[in-house]
T-cell receptor, first 111, second 114 residues
Framework: LAKTTQPISMDSYEGQEVNITCSHN???????ITWYQQFPSQGPRFIIQ???TKVTNEVASLFIPADRKSSTLSLPRVSLSDTAVYYC????????????FGSGTRLLVRP | NAGVTQTPKFRILKIGQSMTLQCTQD?????MYWYRQDPGMGLKLIYY???????DKGEVPNGYNVSRSTTEDFPLRLELAAPSQTSVYFC?????????????FGPGTRLTVL
């Protein structure tokens, strides 16, 4: 299973764009990159998933370079409610869909 | 749909006691998972199941047992509770597709072993 490395914490202000980068040097060919968000006392919530290039949905964008050894989650115009822990995970068929959650990135959005 | 439900929400156990954490999903998902999350840490996979009658170990299976007799239910059993099992336990489920890793999580069970 590919290991991921991401910053322990980040600070931002309301209205700013936040980019959280995750490295996954040992990503396998069949692995997908998935990001989850977790609020205190709640289970994680799926944000976005991608395999290569760029994926965008209503809440975030995911940028994946051609070598797929890293990925960047982009949150546009964050608000106070985006304060949470963000996890980057890689996995797929080869890992029987088992996902490894690291310690995540604690994002604090200030007024 | 209720999604993934877990009971109980909170529980205090004495060392050596046993209990079963219940997990039910109504989305007809093939895959189900049990995680534990210690304070300030990420989630660790305890056990998972790819379908009724099939279970497998995750990263930290020692001290736990599971069964999967139906698609909907995936209970987690603690036989001899130890203080090291104090944690928040999350159950999750997902639909098995080639490119889709979205797991749906329950609200969690906070367990304290004293």
């Amino acid at each position: 299973l590919a290991k991921t490395t991401q910053p322990i914490s980040m600070d931002s202000y309301e209205g700013q764009e936040v980019n959280i980068t995750c490295s996954h040097n040992n990503i396998a060919t069949n692995d997908y990159i998935t990001w989850y968000q977790q609020f205190p006392s709640q289970g994680p919530r799926f944000i976005i998933q991608g395999y290569k290039t760029k994926v965008t949905n209503e809440v975030a964008s995911l940028f994946i370079p051609a070598d797929r050894k890293s990925s960047t989650l982009s949150l546009p115009r964050v608000s106070l409610s985006d304060t949470a822990v963000y996890y980057c995970l890689v996995g797929g068929m080869d890992s029987s869909y088992k996902l490894i959650f690291g310690s995540g990135t604690r994002l604090l959005v200030r007024p | 749909n209720a999604g993934v439900t877990q009971t109980p929400k909170f529980r205090i156990l004495k060392i050596g006691q046993s209990m079963t954490l219940q997990c039910t999903q109504d989305m007809n998902h093939n895959y189900m998972y049990w995680y534990r999350q210690d304070p300030g840490m990420g989630l660790k996979l305890i056990y998972y199941s790819v379908g009724a009658g099939i279970t497998d170990k995750g990263e930290v299976p020692n001290g736990y047992n599971v069964s999967r007799s139906t698609t909907e239910d995936f209970p987690l059993r603690l036989e001899l509770a130890a203080p090291s099992q104090t944690s928040v336990y999350f159950c999750a489920s997902s639909l098995m597709e080639i490119s889709y890793n979205e797991q749906f999580f329950g609200p969690g069970t906070r367990l304290t072993v004293l």
